[in-house]
């Protein structure tokens, strides 16, 4: 099956700064990455996502990039604010299984 | 909106207890899925569905099994509740099979004593 490592597993950033979060997944049929974001206590809900025909997608501060042949995917947040401190998860979806990575929790210090 | 409901936010169970965690999906989506989030093991999949009466395992279903009577509705059952299951269980649900967000639940915390 499908196998997600996602790093780091904590991240700590300046208001500001960027942060950078990575994944790296097995099953090459995986064709399909969201990107969840959690905060306390609250539902994950999607931020972005990404098919496997597109290299890069970008939204406002963040952006994803995915790497087909190496199999990974990366978060990119820009001028990070406190609002964005949360638990991150990466996914690879085939035929609408998602497999999730072990989450990142973003701290981002005013 | 999307409204993913389940139907409790915190249950205490004993252990050998039998327990129904309901999830009730309000936009007509054909795929329901039961996942338990656990601190540093991020989501696990325990058992989805793509439709009615259908269920399929996911990668941890030992001590649990499904039912989805109607389409709105899929419930997770824990046969015979025990300590490690304590968990938070998310329920999500999605329009199609591929290349579409999931829709989570507010989540159960499920403890087991």
Excluded at chain 1, 2 to 8: A, G, L, R, S
Aim: hydrophobic share 30%; proline share 4%; glycine share 6%.
């Amino acid at each position: 099956g499908e196998n997600v490592e996602q790093h780091p597993s904590t991240l700590s950033v300046q208001e500001g700064d960027s942060a950078v979060i990575k994944c790296t997944y097995s099953d090459s049929a995986s064709n399909y990455f969201p990107w969840y974001k959690q905060e306390l206590g609250k539902r994950p809900q999607l931020i972005i996502d990404i098919r496997s025909n597109v290299g890069e997608k970008k939204d406002q501060r963040i952006a994803v990039t995915l790497n087909k042949t190496a199999k990974h995917f990366s978060l990119h947040i820009t001028e990070t604010q406190p609002e964005d401190s949360a638990v991150y998860f990466c996914a690879a979806d085939n035929a609408g299984k998602s497999t999730f990575g072990d989450g990142t929790t973003l701290t981002v210090k005013p | 909106d999307v409204k993913v409901t389940q139907s409790s936010r915190y249950l205490v169970k004993r252990t050998g207890e039998k327990v129904f965690l309901e999830c009730v999906q309000d936009m007509d989506h054909e795929n329901m899925f039961w996942y338990r989030q656990d601190p540093g093991l991020g989501l696990r999949l325990i058992y989805f569905s793509y439709d009615v009466k259908m269920k399929e395992k996911g990668d941890i279903p030992e001590g649990y099994s499904v039912s989805r009577e109607k389409k709105e509705r899929f419930s997770l059952i824990l046969e015979s509740a025990s300590t490690n299951q304590t968990s938070m269980y998310l329920c999500a649900s999605r329009p199609t099979k591929g290349q579409t967000e999931a829709f989570f639940g507010q989540g159960t915390r499920l403890t087991v004593v």
